[in-house]
């Protein structure tokens, strides 16, 4: 008889490990919530900061609520790596200058600006004495040594790290799937992707189970479950928030670097989140990070221009999604700002230099901590059996499809992607900073203030199909990776069956025949009358350093929306 192997002795152990804790937590957590543990939930971060701080507000009539909120989105959707609240429930004591305890003293909490918050973290952040899998069954039992920058902010500005959340093995996905943890689903419908690799904290969120989670972005993996959630994100330019002691998809790379973000349920409480972490001089944390206070900013009376890009060149935007970019240009413009189209630099020629970046070591570094059994998300399988291709017959199947297709981008990722020597690696950075410049100047010949872009060409994918819809479609985000643009994501509507539906025969279109290949994969998948109710987003995008301007530009969108009658609202789970 076979034995089990060691991945799937470890799989079990961690999912073993992680309903102990949950079966663990007191018969109340396993309640529905009273109209008490609701008024928590219902608390901006300010004044739930507020209340905890007088000592209006317990540590366990916070953690009971959220907790609650906890138990019902892991049994509803599958998103947690760790639980740890049984641990948050128990202060740490810590000495008086006078030498007696001082535990959960209200005066103790005075200069404690996130006092009481509750702060999910992706799986992929370092908390002493707990795993950081990254989704792989080889980091089971390695619990860290010591925790991450933000972690350590965290904790000093009092609050509460009360889960982990699931990622995919590796990080790069569309789908937030593992062996080690399962399948992660979407809140509005279990049989369509929380987005990826932030997944776990998209649902969490999604679910009132978090104030705030703390989430990584490479390629859009805070942003792309903020669109398909319907929740709040925006990733930073590198250096602005703390990152140390977190791991990243592909380890060493620094062209494309990862950055951590945070991610809300509520926009007023990621500003508030940004502002009161920049408080905590972060940079006294993370060697990493540039000492650069925070930055008030009000537009509210001041009229902006808006450049929109309404195509990246590789997947056009779903009518779902154009619907959603549309009603955000109309709301602007009622509201007197300037909205104007923009051909940008690009971003096809510019995505392709920041993917091979990303794999120029062959994909080593992402592969290597994959055992021989364990499965990967369906886009990485790809990549790996493209990476893996002999470049000749790369070369030749690229001649193909330009002749037969004259699909260009695809053709230009089958003869790109492959193990890069030094000296290729050096003249693709140059080429990146040359990108950067050429958006620089159409920014400065502009004058823009913001751009807006859809997330993602697609709302929220069905499970399982994020191989027809590609690691390239994530380009509308990507994009401002590479260009280490501040990014952020709101929700603005969702899918209508009616309104959102592809016209009668599009297959049979000639929009859809002059498709490239990764297009029509990509709408393969899409189906309004499936995918009626699931949240929709807009991107917003400013500058580097930008991140309180960008704040404030989400803020106008939202603003400008609800003017127009179209407030997002979002599904009470």
């Known amino acids: 008889m076979f034995s089990q192997s060691q991945h799937r002795r470890d799989c079990a152990a961690k999912q073993e490990e992680r309903q102990k804790k949950l079966d663990g937590l007191p018969s109340s957590f396993f309640e529905i919530c009273t109209e008490t543990d609701n008024k928590v939930l219902d608390l901006p971060l300010s004044e739930l900061v507020e209340r905890h701080t007088a000592g209006s507000l317990s540590t366990a009539s916070i953690l009971i609520a959220y907790g609650k909120k906890v138990v019902s989105a892991q049994k509803a959707t599958n998103c947690l790596a760790g639980v740890m609240i049984q641990e ?53 039992n390695h619990p860290a040594s010591s925790s991450a920058a933000i972690v350590r902010l965290l904790h000093d500005a009092g609050a509460f790290t009360h889960v982990k959340t699931t990622v995919p093995p590796g990080l790069f996905a569309l789908e937030t799937s593992s062996d080690l943890f399962g399948r992660t689903s979407n809140p509005y419908n279990e049989k369509y992707s929380s987005g990826a690799s932030t997944g776990g904290g998209g649902s969490l969120l999604a679910y009132r189970g978090s104030v705030i989670e703390i989430g990584t972005d490479l390629g859009g993996s805070t942003r792309l479950p903020a669109h398909f959630c319907g929740i709040y994100a925006m990733r930073s330019s590198i250096g602005r928030f703390p990152c140390q002691g977190t791991f990243p998809p592909i380890p060493g790379l620094e062209s ?4 951590c ?26 060697h990493t990070c540039v000492p650069l206070p925070w930055r008030p900013i009000n537009l509210q009376e001041t009229k902006l221009k808006f450049g929109v890009i309404w195509e990246d060149g590789i997947v056009s935007p779903s009518p779902a999604c154009r619907r959603a970019l549309e009603w955000t240009c109309e709301a602007l413009k009622k509201q007197g700002h300037e909205v104007v189209d923009f051909s940008p630099p690009s971003i096809p020629e510019c995505l392709n230099v920041g993917l091979q970046l990303c794999f120029g070591d062959g994909g080593a570094g992402f592969f290597a901590p994959l055992r021989k059994d364990e499965k990967l998300d369906p886009v990485m399988v790809a990549v790996k059996s493209l990476l893996g291709m002999p470049l000749l017959i790369k070369k030749f199947l690229a001649m193909i499809t330009r002749k037969l297709t004259g699909d260009e981008v695809w053709a230009s990722m089958l003869e790109t992607l492959h193990l890069k020597s030094p000296a290729e690696e050096r003249a693709l950075v140059v080429s990146r900073d040359e990108h950067k410049a050429r958006w620089h100047q159409a920014w400065e010949d502009e004058g823009f203030d913001f751009l807006l872009t859809v997330p993602h060409a697609l709302p929220a994918i069905p499970t399982g199909t994020a191989e027809k819809v590609t690691l390239v479609s994530a380009s509308y985000m990507m994009i401002f990776n590479i260009l280490d643009y501040v990014a952020g994501v709101l929700p603005v509507s969702f899918v209508d069956r009616e309104t959102d539906a ?41 500058r580097r350093f930008e991140e309180e301007k960008v704040l404030q530009g989400m803020k106008i969108v939202e603003a400008a929306l609800e003017g127009c009658g179209r407030k997002f609202i979002p599904q009470e789970f």
């Open 88 to 140: 948050a429930l128990v202060p740490k004591v810590t000495a008086s200058p006078t030498g007696s305890d001082c535990t959960d003293i209200p005066e103790q909490r005075l200069a404690k600006p996130l006092s009481g918050v509750p702060v999910s973290i992706k799986d992929c952040i370092d908390i002493e004495g707990y795993d950081t899998t990254i989704g792989y069954s080889t980091n089971v």
């Open 261 to 286: 973000a945070p991610m809300s349920r509520r926009l007023e409480d990621l500003e508030e989140f940004w502002k009161r972490v920049v408080q905590m001089r972060p940079w006294e944390y993370d």
């Open 502 to 542: 592809l016209p009668k025969d599009f297959m049979k279109s000639t929009e859809y025949k002059n498709m490239g290949l990764i297009s029509k994969g990509a709408y393969s998948v899409y189906d309004a009358d499936e995918m009626h109710g699931l949240p929709l987003g807009v991107q917003v995008v400013g």
């Open 256 to 259: 494309v670097a990862t950055i």
